[in-house]
């Protein structure tokens, strides 16, 4: 007994603290916290299309290996018409109700970050952003607006209106995408199996409008891993200026529209075991601290 009372505070000291809805006016959002939560980076994560936080962070698994690398993890809440379920966000092109009803999810984001700010010590100035499909067309639109807010973007299997949105200034990106993916297609235009009309732009597009702002002297690397026997490939191309990686584009070849190493029982094909997002996200998050 003696040993455990000197055992268990150090194991509760390295223990991130439980997930905790905090609300904000009429919105809410979902925080995981490290163990030490005052100065902590911060990751926003946005749900897909018709998704939740709850159904998020659960299908990713972002916010335990988050933690416990140190960061906080915010998983907000976008708009719908049933309660707190089936949200959507206002990319600008897509989606849902969000987009029909001109929703100021730049607004309400940027009032997340200031809320965790103010109630848990978080670093406001170490902000790093992430989405599935409608969250990542909003992560990365929000990013492409608000460059000296953001750190780095991480999109999956989601491109912003590049036709209508600049990137206004440098903010490095990684961008995972599926070459089979049918709601959103790699090379752009309306999806198969999208539950929206809207026209996506190209994952090339997205590629050029986030290197734009870097200018001239960018290089570029290409590698690829194809480790299991799962159908899929990926090719990582690093675009670097210097030596800092400023882009990184993963394409995974015959990915369906999926977070790699993500729980989605319902998809039998296109699941690629070549990558772990959650494990690439920190790792180019991690470049750019």
């Given amino acids: 007994m003696r040993l455990l009372s000197l055992i268990l505070p150090l194991i509760l000291a390295v223990l991130p603290a439980a997930a905790e809805t905090v609300k904000l006016g009429d919105r809410f959002y979902q925080i995981d916290l490290p163990a030490n939560p005052r100065g902590a980076p911060l990751i926003l994560a946005l749900h897909g299309g018709g998704g939740d936080p709850d159904q998020f962070a659960s299908a990713s698994g972002l916010g335990a290996k988050a933690t416990r690398a140190g960061y906080a993890v915010i998983f907000p809440a976008g708009t719908g018409r049933r309660g707190d379920r089936l949200l959507t966000w206002n990319g600008g092109y897509c989606c849902g109700g969000a987009a029909r009803n001109g929703v100021d999810d730049l607004g309400f984001l940027a009032a997340v970050i200031k809320d965790a700010q103010d109630r848990f010590g978080v670093d406001g100035g170490r902000v790093y952003l992430t989405g599935m499909s409608n969250g990542s067309i909003m992560a990365e639109t929000f990013a492409a607006r608000n460059p000296g807010l953001v750190r780095a973007v991480a999109g999956v299997a989601g491109t912003m209106d590049t036709a209508r949105t600049r990137v206004q200034g440098p903010v490095p990106a990684l961008i995972i995408h599926g ?54 490939s990926v090719t990582v191309t690093d675009y670097s200026q210097g030596r800092a990686v400023v882009l990184r584009l993963m394409t995974v070849e015959g990915g369906a529209h999926h977070w790699p190493g993500g729980r989605k029982a319902r998809l039998s094909e296109g699941k690629t075991e070549e990558i772990d997002a959650n494990t690439e996200i920190l790792r180019f998050f991690a470049l750019h601290p």
């Fill in 179 to 232: 070459t089979a993916d049918s709601m959103v297609p790699y090379e752009g235009g309306q999806g198969d199996t999208s539950l929206t009309r809207t026209n996506f732009a190209s994952v090339a597009s997205v590629v050029k409008a986030f290197l734009a702002p870097w200018g001239d002297g960018v290089t570029t690397v290409q590698r690829k891993i194809d480790r299991r026997d799962d159908g899929t």
